[in-house]
């Protein structure tokens, strides 16, 4: 399974509209500005990170190393999740990914506080989980985040993520963000699935923080090639 980082995706996306982002971008906060990205709108319908340690949560990371993610979330989600090395260009998820994180706490590892900083600091969500977004990016719709700790088995990880991924691509609607939002939590209530909503973040708030926090680890936040381009 190939993955390349989402700020390149990104640039690819909005470099049609905005020919002066073309080249690498050094400025992140330029790249993330909200007309930048309302280009992503034309790769998917919702947008969804998938939060997990690669030690203290192996059902989830050998799902992601199993290379079914791109199929599991279809054509309507772009799944975003941390790899342990920057991915300007492809690179490929195997055996050896996330190694060079291993070490790292799940205080401090980048996946864990990105999910944090959306939370109050009193609150601690269960993790591993994923969050799905959708495309209001500058308003504070929050977003929904749905605890995977459940799952304790490979094939237990990808059943619950199918089922999770096929309600918000059914629920999606670009004009109407939080509507989405909530349809989305009584969707997951209706199959007794447990979810968490935020407030207070908007999106592009969310990813500027969290690839200051990737960085911190010489890391990056990517997506699968294949469902991205």
């Known amino acids: ?12 996306a909005a470099s049609d509209k905005n020919k002066h982002l073309e080249g690498n971008v050094k400025d992140i906060q330029e790249l993330l500005k909200p007309e930048n990205l309302a280009a992503l709108q034309e790769v998917a319908k919702v947008f969804a990170f998938l939060a997990f340690h690669p030690v203290a949560d192996t059902a989830v990371a050998d799902y992601v190393r199993s290379g079914t ?15 342990d090395e920057p991915a300007p260009t492809p690179v490929a998820v ?28 009193t609150y601690v969500p269960p993790l591993p989980g994923v969050l799905f977004f959708h495309h209001d990016w500058a308003s504070h ?3 929904v985040y749905v605890p995977l700790n ?16 096929a309600l918000a691509a059914d629920e ?27 407030r207070g973040a ?8 969290s690839f200051r926090l ?3 680890h010489s890391g990056d936040i990517v997506s699968v090639v294949g469902l991205a381009l």
């Open 202 to 209: 908007s999106m592009q708030e969310w990813l500027i923080t």
């Open 141 to 143: 719709a929050g977003a």
């Open 1 to 12: 399974m190939l993955t390349l980082s989402i700020a390149t995706i990104l640039e690819e």
């Open 150 to 165: 459940t799952a304790t088995e490979q094939h237990e990880v990808r059943v619950l993520l199918r089922k999770v991924f």
């Open 214 to 216: 990737v960085a911190e």
């Open 172 to 198: 999606a609607n670009p004009t109407d963000a939080k509507g989405a939002l909530d349809r989305l939590c009584v969707a997951l209530l209706k199959e007794r699935i447990e979810y968490d909503k935020t």
């Open 94 to 121: 195997d055996d050896r990914s996330f190694s060079s994180w291993l070490h790292l706490g799940k205080g401090v590892h980048p996946a864990y506080q990105m999910v944090r900083t959306l939370f109050e600091d």
């Open 69 to 83: 993610l791109a199929d599991d979330s279809g054509p309507d989600v772009l799944a975003l999740f941390t790899l």
